[in-house]
């Protein structure tokens, strides 16, 4: 009975835009654990630990990162671990999709930070969306939308780097025969479209070398789910699963 009266004012209510939800009955919390404050939990009053809130991690956000990228807190600090990882594996990093440059301002001052030798590939049309595929992506998909920083803007504020920065203006996949890294270690992909997508995750898998990671920014949102249906099929083409990141859009592979 309870259960019916539940379920008939949920629905009620979700109809309406609320949610009803059960809260947890009890959770286990150290009370002298440090730093309690990131161990923050919105979605549904648990706590994790979420290093992303750390000062130490807010440190490295610089404003032109967060003025400049879509990336929340959450998928910076993936990001960023994830390149951490691919530190001595052999190849250049490269990312497709640049917007205004903040989530490549972040892999770009890592790779100063460390003196990488690795090279940064930085790709985009600089005009906003191009190459829209109208069974695959979303019906409100536009060409030119999204339009950040221009090409010149994002060469003038990528001049002085120790890492070697290549801007790479233009649609990808035509755009791609200007890259000649011979190798790939790390790539991170969020252009939205099937079809960039596609190209890219397929020019990178070429080149990256075993313990490689591609990380997809695209990969759990609804209205990029053609990106993922790209990913997915070149991924079923390398014999490759990628790894879900939870409460985020992200996901990524590590080269076999
Ligand atoms: C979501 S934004 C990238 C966000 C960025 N990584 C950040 O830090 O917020 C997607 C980008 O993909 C680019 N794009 C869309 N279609 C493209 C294509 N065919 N070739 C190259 N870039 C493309 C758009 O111009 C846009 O800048």
Known sequence: MFDAIYFLIASLLRKHG???????????????IPFPEQYAGPE??????????????????????????????????MLLSLLKQTRSVEGD???????????????????????????AWLLDTFSGYDGISEDKDCHRARDGI???????????VFSN???????????IPQSLRDVSAKQIAFAHIDVNLYTPTFAVTQFCLE??????IIVFDDYGWPATYGAR?????????????????????????IRL
Not at 93 to 119: F, H, P, Q, T
Not at 161 to 171: A, L, M, N
Request: charged share 25%; hydrophobic share 40%.
């Open 18 to 32: 609320y949610l009803l939800q059960r809260l947890p009955q009890a959770q286990d919390f150290q009370e002298d």
């Open 44 to 77: 549904h009053f648990l706590r994790f630990y979420r290093p992303w809130l750390a000062p130490e991690f807010d440190r490295l956000l610089t404003p032109e990162i967060t003025e400049n990228t879509m990336l929340p807190k959450v998928k910076l600090y």
């Open 93 to 119: 990093i490269l990312e497709a999709g640049v917007w205004k440059g903040g989530s490549s301002r972040l892999m770009v001052d890592y790779l100063n930070s460390v003196c990488s030798k690795k090279d």
């Open 146 to 156: 999204m339009l950040g920083k221009s090409a010149d803007e994002i060469r003038e």
């Open 161 to 171: 780097e120790q890492v070697r920065v290549h801007v790479v203006e233009g649609s």
């Open 207 to 212: 080149r990256m070398p075993k313990g490689g």
């Open 229 to 253: 249906v790209a990913i997915d099929e070149v991924c079923a083409d390398f014999g490759h699963e990628v790894i879900t990141v939870p409460e985020t859009t992200q996901a990524f592979l």
